[in-house]
Each structure stands twice: as C-alpha cells, then as structure tokens.
C-alpha cells in the first residue's frame, strides 16, 4: 500500500526549533519530487517547499526560506522538514505530499504536469509560549 | 507568484444539484490546474490534473474545464458524500499556490 506517515509535530516556543518526518512506502520514493503543504486552524492549503527526487533541487515559500529546510534520505525512503525560528503564524497541521508526474504528448511536444496525488495524513506544530 | 482566486468562497445545495466551482489565477498559467477535495480533518484528495483529467478512481460526475486563467470544477449531480470544502492548485510556478477554498453545505 502506498502510504505517507508524517512525524515529528509538537508543541514549541516562539524562536525554537522542531524536525518533522514523513516516512513513505510502498512505492519507489527516490522517483518522486516531493512536497510539504501545510493548513493553519481553520485556514486553506499553502504549499511550504518541494525537493527533487535527487534532491539536487529545493523550493520555499518566501515566508519559510532561510528558516526551513527540506531534505530528503532515499536510503531511509524519508522526507524532512528541519523548522528553525518558529514564529506563531507557523502553527498549521503539516502534510508531506508526494508529486505525480503525468506526460502529455501533444503533436510533438512533450509537457509534463505534476499533482499531489499521495498524502500523509499529517502533524500538528503549534507555536505558543 | 500567481494567486488563485475561487467563487463562492461556500455555498449551500441540494443532494442531485448540479454545483460549478470557479478559480481564477492572476496570470496564465496554460491547463497547469489541478483541484482536490477535503474532508473535516482530513488530508486532501486529488480529483483533476492539468485542468481536465479524472484521477483515476474519482467519480465521472466530477469534472473540470478551462485554459489561461479561468477554470470550473462542476459537480453534475451532488452526493452526499460531496459535501467538503474544494481548492485549486495551479502547478505552473513556484511557489505552488492554492485558491483560498470553496465549502460546499447541504441546504
């Protein structure tokens, strides 16, 4: 069974620290670009960063870059979120997602589209003093 | 970044109603749109890819529509099981954006 498992979440102070993990199974994970979204109480969706599968490529929402980092273990099958300088506006259930790539031929080009079509069920950070 | 703006923000119908979601992104982002769906505490679910696809095991009654900046998830004829709040994604650029959801109520 395809499966994302999300750990890691708690309870920490405005300025901590805190590492979230996503194990994954049952598929291939180093063949996968790889996502954390995250949804404050009550709130929507916002997307939080993605790695490569090699991890040679990383992405941040502007609010998160140079406090996150996202990495990846492929010999683990493991997904991290390393949260630095928490702030309250942090707190949100965290998903790790994984990214399907779907090849379109039209005519004689080639486009791929992604989507997030496997989800953890999620880890709650809550930021408070 | 390319915001994505959804209408309603909720709305109430009737089990067989036929529902239309709207999503607007703030520059053309060509058919890079998908939509999920999302149930109380609950993680998303992915119902379309690139603005058109059934993901597979997903009802035909759901479907989506659109090109450029405008795009429609319509419901042909609600279910009960319907019932949830639903969003867009645009796939186009990073950051990855979502549209601020549509809540769909029984009435």
């Known amino acids: 069974e395809v499966q994302l498992v999300e750990s890691g979440g708690g309870l920490v102070q405005p300025g901590g620290s805190l590492r979230l993990s996503c194990a994954a199974s049952?598929?291939?994970?180093?063949?996968?670009?790889m996502n954390w979204v995250r949804q404050a109480p009550g709130k929507g969706l916002e997307w939080v960063a993605n790695i490569k599968e090699d991890g040679s490529e990383k992405y941040y929402l502007d609010s998160v870059k140079g406090r996150f980092t996202i990495s990846r273990d492929t010999a683990k099958n493991s997904l991290y979120l390393q949260m630095n300088s928490l702030r309250a506006e942090d707190t949100a259930v965290y998903y790790c997602?994984?990214?399907?790539?779907?090849?379109?031929?039209?005519?004689?080009?080639?486009?791929?589209?992604?989507?997030?079509?496997?989800w953890g069920k999620g880890t709650t950070v809550t930021v408070s003093s | 970044d390319t915001q994505m703006t959804q209408s309603p923000s909720s709305l109430s119908a009737s089990v067989g109603d036929r529902v239309t979601i709207a999503c607007r992104a703030s520059q053309t982002i060509s058919t890079y749109l998908n939509w999920y769906q999302q149930k109380p505490g609950k993680a998303p679910k992915v119902l379309i890819y690139?603005?058109?696809s059934l993901q597979s095991g997903v009802p035909s009654r759901f479907s989506g529509s659109g090109s450029g900046t405008d795009f429609t998830l319509t419901i042909s004829s609600l279910q009960p099981e319907d019932f949830a709040t639903y969003y867009c994604?645009?796939?186009?650029?990073?950051?990855?954006?979502f549209g601020g959801g549509t809540k769909v109520e029984i009435k």
């Open positions: 049952g598929f291939t994970f180093s063949s996968y670009w």
């Open positions: 994604q645009q796939s186009y650029s990073t950051p990855l954006t």
């Open positions: 690139a603005a058109s």
């Open positions: 997602a994984r990214d399907k790539k779907w090849r379109e031929l039209q005519g004689t080009e080639v486009y791929y589209y992604y989507y997030m079509d496997v």
